[in-house]
């Protein structure tokens, strides 16, 4: 089965920074999306990730806070944005492959801001 | 407005009984369901899925029932094993949405030996 990594797994930052998420398929998929998991919460979907194109954001995100990149089918990244406590979350990308409905997740990137 | 709601945050189940989770949606609109359990520090992990036009789907243990007109589906594990205890979330997707998906809140499943 193809795998899929997320880089950092986990990351500690100061309010104000930015992160960049990276989220690496090793085979190409048709869609790829982002999601984030508050605390004690569940998941929710951020952005789809469009390849060559800006990102679809669902309603409550937006490009400034979360600028996603797709260059081509098997790589995508999330960057969350002068990062304050509140965006402390598990964030997750999740695929499509061509013949496949289901979405397969990667493993998550566990970030605490300070 | 929660679309998707899991109103068990938890259940506790003897090893080799059945566990039923259950998962309610108000959006007649979603026409696809999954099922997925996360453990601590991973992503989560499919397990399996109906479709609308079904009202039952098995593979191994893991048996799902769609009951449309009640928007209510249920997932079974039959026999609970140790290794069953995680999280698990249901997830529904919307006709023509291109598959983005909307989750329960989740259930903490713990099975005791």
């Known amino acids: 089965s193809a795998v899929i990594s997320q880089k950092p797994s986990r990351d500690i930052c100061q309010r104000g920074t930015s992160l960049t998420i990276q989220c690496q398929v090793d085979s190409q998929v048709t869609m790829m999306f982002w999601y984030r998991q508050q605390p004690g919460q569940s998941l929710t979907l951020i952005a789809t990730a469009n390849q060559g194109s800006e990102a679809t954001y669902e309603s409550g995100f937006v490009i400034d806070k979360f600028p996603i990149s797709r260059p081509n089918l098997t790589f995508s990244t999330l960057t969350v944005s002068n990062m304050s406590p509140e965006d402390s979350s598990i964030y997750l990308c999740s695929v499509v492959w061509n013949v496949r409905e289901t979405q397969y997740f990667g493993p998550g990137t566990r970030l605490l801001v300070l | 407005d929660q679309q998707v709601k899991q109103n068990s945050p938890s259940l506790s189940v003897q090893e080799g009984r059945i566990s039923i989770l259950n998962c309610d949606y108000t959006?007649?609109?979603?026409?696809?369901f999954l099922w997925y359990k996360k453990y601590p520090a991973e992503g989560p992990t499919f397990l399996i899925s109906i479709s609308s036009i079904k009202d039952k789907n098995e593979d191994g243990r893991f048996t799902v029932f769609l009951n449309k007109s009640a928007k209510h589906l249920s997932l079974h594990i039959v026999p609970s094993q140790p290794g069953d205890s995680a999280v698990y979330f249901c997830a529904a997707t919307l006709s023509g949405s291109a598959r983005q998906l909307t989750f329960g809140s989740g259930t903490q499943l713990t099975v005791l030996p």
């Open positions: 959006n007649s609109m979603f026409d696809y």
